[in-house]
T-cell receptor, first 114, second 113 residues
Framework: NAGVTQTPKFRVLKTGQSMTLLCAQD?????MYWYRQDPGMGLRLIHY???????AKGEVPDGYNVSRLKKQNFLLGLESAAPSQTSVYFC?????????????FGNGTRLTVT | AQSVTQLGSHVSVSEGALVLLRCNYS??????LFWYVQYPNQGLQLLLK??????LVKGINGFEAEFKKSETSFHLTKPSAHMSDAAEYFC???????????FGAGTRLTVKP
């Protein structure tokens, strides 16, 4: 029972390089989210999706793009990485069942931009 | 806009002692409140949630939290700490759904033998 799987686990980029983070969930959840976690700031929502083919901006969307071509996958792209994007990135999924539906998180991707 | 403040970025307790992690919230409408736990090198897991039913909420691993509207608080407690409770704990608030959820900065709990 894999749950939410994120790849890669670690990545180092140079400023200006691009990359894509992959999130896959096997729970048939409708909603998916991308967060970044920075020390002393908790988690902040980057983008989210409420269904296949739909995406929306979260709290800190600048510098990121996302795609949800298949229900089970949610991709996060960095077109031109900047040192400010050094962070730990978490993907989460949700089976929306009313107020307070729990989020199911992956184990994170640690990204360093030099 | 809604927000949460977690008092104390680091709390240290002895094994068997009371655990108290503080969370205060701000919101314009009655909120939904959550506590999540993050073990090293893992994602967050839901500990418990308040969704306007009982004000005292029981969660997993012996944790509980009480919603106090007059104090705008949702503190997390556990009567007796265990070594396995060492982790980072996040309080979160949402108004309507997870799209508007805001997390606190987190409190790292250390349990001493």
């Amino acid at each position: 029972n894999a749950g939410v799987t994120q790849t890669p686990k670690f990545r180092v980029l140079k400023t200006g390089q691009s990359m894509t983070l992959l999130c896959a969930q096997d729970m048939n959840h409708e909603y998916m989210y991308w967060y970044r976690q920075d020390p002393g700031m908790g988690l902040r929502l980057i983008h989210y999706s409420v269904g296949e083919g739909t995406t929306a901006k979260g709290e800190v969307p600048d510098g990121y793009n996302v795609s949800r071509l298949k229900k089970q996958n949610f991709l996060l792209g960095l077109e031109s990485a900047a040192p400010s994007q050094t962070s730990v990135y978490f993907c989460a999924s949700e089976n929306p069942q009313g107020a307070g539906s729990p989020l199911h998180f992956g184990n994170g991707t640690r990204l360093t931009v030099t | 806009a809604q927000s949460v403040t977690q008092l104390g970025s680091h709390v240290s307790v002895s094994e068997g002692a009371l655990v108290l992690l503080r969370c205060n919230y701000s919101s314009s409408v009655p909120p939904y409140l959550f506590w999540y736990v993050q073990y090293p090198n893992q994602g967050l897991q839901l500990l418990l949630k308040y969704t306007s039913a009982a004000t005292l909420v029981k969660g997993i691993n012996g944790f509980e939290a009480e919603f106090k509207k007059s104090e705008t608080s949702f503190h997390l407690t556990k009567p007796s700490a265990h070594m396995s409770d060492a982790a980072e704990y996040f309080c979160a608030v949402s108004l309507y759904n997870n799209n508007d959820m805001r997390f606190g900065a987190g409190t790292r709990l250390t349990v001493k033998p």
